[in-house]
């Protein structure tokens, strides 16, 4: 009997993935594909549907084929994808009437703004902030902007999806509009707490219900995929956005359970479960999961550059040959250094939320070299999830560890720093693609392949735990530092 596997499709933001996985999580085969970033205004975002969609059917295909050669049988389909992304294409042909704007597009921010005195309204619906990032402004502005956009959709022809949904439509032709409960939960547009699209707010955005896709659980049954399109009839049996499928990729399933991603940026998500937490102090509240129609709420903290602190030093300024080379620089210098990095280069997310900030340096001296800057790059995001974990623990809930995975967690002295700061554990897991391992584990949860969640996280295991080692006097003067540093920075905004 051949073995069996998960197809998981990882469409993200600038690459799309596919990645058959064995029932353990060990990956049997890889595909990847980047695609082009359109930036065509100041603070706009764009990516062309029609790459997101060729991408990710090629890298799927190839997928299959390769998973097929080593005698591993696909038996149904995970989806995991960049979240907020906004696509509205036409029922009839299937095309999209305007580009995809991107989670990262701003374009919205005025209007945003125009109708701020609404935000308490909106956030006590869906756990969000009035923000640009969010989809719902960004379907109004397509509605407003497009040609023809308001009419099409006065007669019921326009679809309005997330990406996941977007792709299942693609890839079922036409047969499934359907997205999951975490995908939806980052639209502002739906109401966490009935778990319903909310009648209010697409008035408030001015958009038409019948745009709207159905939700569904995360393992639900979305589709089946059109031979004609894919090659195979396969169920899509899983869905979630890409930081709550890291978060099941992770078995974070119990409340005070913690995971954070370090990629380009970082997103910790604390599993809260069935009590939807609403912060003080602006962390977002979302859907972790939806299992059976019972919600898995989480708490959600997002520094906006994490990665990128290292890309801007490799690839902005020249200061890295490599990535990798920022653990040695690091480790060459010791705790008083003294040099910090603010590194709002877009501005700074959570807890501070301040789109105006702009990144800054502290405490450079003519000694001042690569070292420092690589080290405080890595010191900042430390600090930065410092300030979300207090902020977690001020809203009432604190974990005794975090699960860490992305780009970023491959750097020893980065996981070792970050458990010195938070003064909790940090655990590095063995099978380092959380993401794409969390939409293959929702799918075969769905179609058996896994009795329940128990069953998922007896797969877990640990690569590297890193305990707590700094004494408490540096580490507090380090912190004391750290937050002088971000004070000048907002106030240097104002
Ligand atoms: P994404 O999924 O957001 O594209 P990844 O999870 O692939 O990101 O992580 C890539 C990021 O990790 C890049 O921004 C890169 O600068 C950073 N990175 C990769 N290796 C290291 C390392 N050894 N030390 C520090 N940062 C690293």
Known sequence: MSKQGILSIDQGTTSSRAIVFALNGQQVSNMQQEFTQHYPANGWVEHDPE???????ESSKTALEQASKKG???ACIGITNQRETTLVWNKQTGKAIYPAIVWQDRRTA???ESIKKQEEFVRAK?????????????????????????????????????????LIWRLTDGKSHVTDASNASRTNLFNIHTQQWDAELLELFDIPANMLPEVLDCADDFGITSKRVLGQSLPISGVAGDQQ??????SCFKAGDLKSTYGTGCFALLNTGEEAVMSSHKLLTTVGYRLNGVTSYALEGAIFTAGANIQWLRDGIHVLDHAKQSQVLAESLDYDHGVFLVP?????????WNPNARASLFGMTRGTGPAHFARAALEAVCYQTHELLNAMENDGISSSAVWVDGGM???DWLCQFLADILQIEVQRPKIMESTALGAAYLAGLQEGLYKDLDDIASHKAVDRTFSPELGEPT?????KKWHLAVEATLAFAE
């Open 51 to 57: 790459e997101i969609w060729k991408t990710t059917l």
């Open 72 to 74: 591993v049988s696909v």
């Open 110 to 112: 005025q209007y945003c």
């Open 126 to 166: 869906t756990g969000l902030l009035l923000d640009p990032y969010f989809s719902a402004t960004k379907v109004k502005w397509i509605l407003d902007e497009v040609e023809g956009a308001r009419h099409l959709a006065s007669q019921g022809k326009l679809a309005f999806g997330t990406v996941d949904s977007f």
């Open 245 to 250: 499928a890291a978060l099941v990729g992770q």
């Open 344 to 352: 709002g280069f877009a501005g700074l997310g959570a807890p501070h």
């Open 409 to 411: 967690v491959a750097n």
């Open 475 to 479: 580490r507090a003067r380090l912190l």
